[in-house]
C-alpha cells in the first residue's frame, strides 16, 4: 500500500508538470465533429424545398421537416405525427415544456402546476444535473432517489407517486443514463407507465439523449414507452425528448420532442407562442447529411470507433490503480463514467485534481443542488481530450483519488 507520504509526493511531481487538462463535460472530440464536416456544405446552393415542394427558407413549418421526423420516429419508436422537430437542443425544449406546465397545466391535469404547493420531481441519482439545474431555476423541490443494486428504487417511487399529489414528474435518462450508463429494462418501464399516481397529470421526462450512443456492438433497442403507456391507460405520461447535439454539431443540431397526441397538441400550442417556426434549412441539411435512420446508425459506429479506445484507457487505468479502492461503472453507451471515490473524499479528490491542472465536474453536481450526501461520486468524461491527455488526466485522478482517501482516513 502506497504510504500518504509517498500519495503526497506523487501529487507534488503532478502538480509540477503544468497539465492542463479537462474531464469536465461530456463533449464531442473535434475528430467526433470532423465526422459531420459535411454539414457545412449543404443542403448546397439552391437545395431549399422540402419533399412536399415547400420553399424552407420561409415561415411555416411548425412541427418541422417531415422528413426529418421521419428518421427519428423510427429511430425512437415514435409515429412521425406525434413528434415535432424544434429547437437546436433540447434543454429549451424541457425547459419550455414545465415552464407551460407551470402556467397552464398538462393535458388531463388539475389546473396550473404553479398552484400545486412545493410542487416536486423525483430524480434517480447519480443524474444529470442539467435536469436539475431547470427545476432549481423554476423553484420545483427535487426529491433524489439512488438507484439501488444497479436499478431504479421503483419500491420508494411508487411510495412517493401514489401518495403525495405535489410530485408532478420524474426525470429519466432511459437509455445510457448520465452518469451511470444505467439502461431501463422494460420491466421497469412498464412500472412506470403503468403505477398509480396521486397527480392526475404525473408526467416521465423522458430524455432519450443517449439512444443511438452505443459504445458495443450489443446496441440496446430503444423501449417503446408510448406504446407501453398508451397501452397501461396512460398515454400522457410520457414526454420524450432526443436530439443530434451529439449525433452531428453539439449545439447546432436539431431537437425533438415527442408525445401522445394530445402531448404533442399541448406543446404544439406553446411553442407557437414563442416561435413561428424552426430552422428548416439546418433541418434539410441533417436529412440530406443523414439520409435515413440506418445512416444515423452508421455515423453513429463511425463516433464509437473513436470513443471507444479512451473509455478503454480510462478502464485500464482505474482496473491497475484503483482496483478495491473505488468503484466504477462500465457502460454500454453513452458519454460518461460514474466513480464512487468513497465516502467524504469526492469534494477533496476534485480539488486535489483541480490544483494538479485536471478539470473534473464539480463533485455533487449528478445530485439535485449538488449535494451528494456521501460526497463519493465523480463523474468522469472521456470524450472530448486526446486519447493521451485521457490516460494523463485518469493516472493523475487516481492519485488524488487515492490521497484523498488516505487524508480522510487519518483524520
Known sequence: MTSIE????QHEELRGQGLKLDLTRGKPSPEQLDLSNAL???PGEGDFRGADGTDLRNYGGPDGL??????????LHIPTAQLLALDAVTLPIMHGTIVNALLNGRPGGDGPWRDVKDVTFLCPVPGYD????????LGIRMIPVPFVDGGLDLVTIKRLVASDASIRGLWAVPTYANPTGYS??????????????????FTLMWDNAYAVHHLTD??????????????????DRPIVFASTSKITFAGGGVGFVGGSPG?????????????????KINQLRHVRFLKDAEGVREHMRENRALIVPKFDAVFEILDARLAGAAEWTRPKGGYFISLEAGEGCATRAVALAKEAGIAVTAAGSPYPYGDDPRDSTIRIAPTFPSLADVRAAIDGLCTCILLAQAEHAAA
Request: glycine share 4%; hydrophobic share 45%.
Open 184 to 201: 431501463f429494462t422494460e420491466a421497469e418501464v412498464t412500472a412506470l407507465v403503468e403505477m398509480p399516481s396521486a397527480a392526475p397529470d
Open 218 to 235: 450489443d446496441e440496446l433497442p430503444v423501449i417503446d414507452v408510448l406504446a407501453l403507456a398508451a397501452a397501461a391507460g396512460h398515454p
Open 40 to 42: 457545412l456544405t449543404l
Open 130 to 137: 442539467r435536469h436539475f439545474t431547470i427545476c432549481e431555476a
Open 66 to 75: 417531415e422528413e426529418l421526423r421521419a428518421i427519428f420516429g423510427e429511430l
Open 6 to 9: 509517498e500519495l503526497r509526493q
Open 263 to 279: 402531448t404533442v397538441a399541448w406543446v404544439r400550442e406553446y411553442s407557437s407562442a414563442r416561435n413561428i417556426g424552426p430552422d
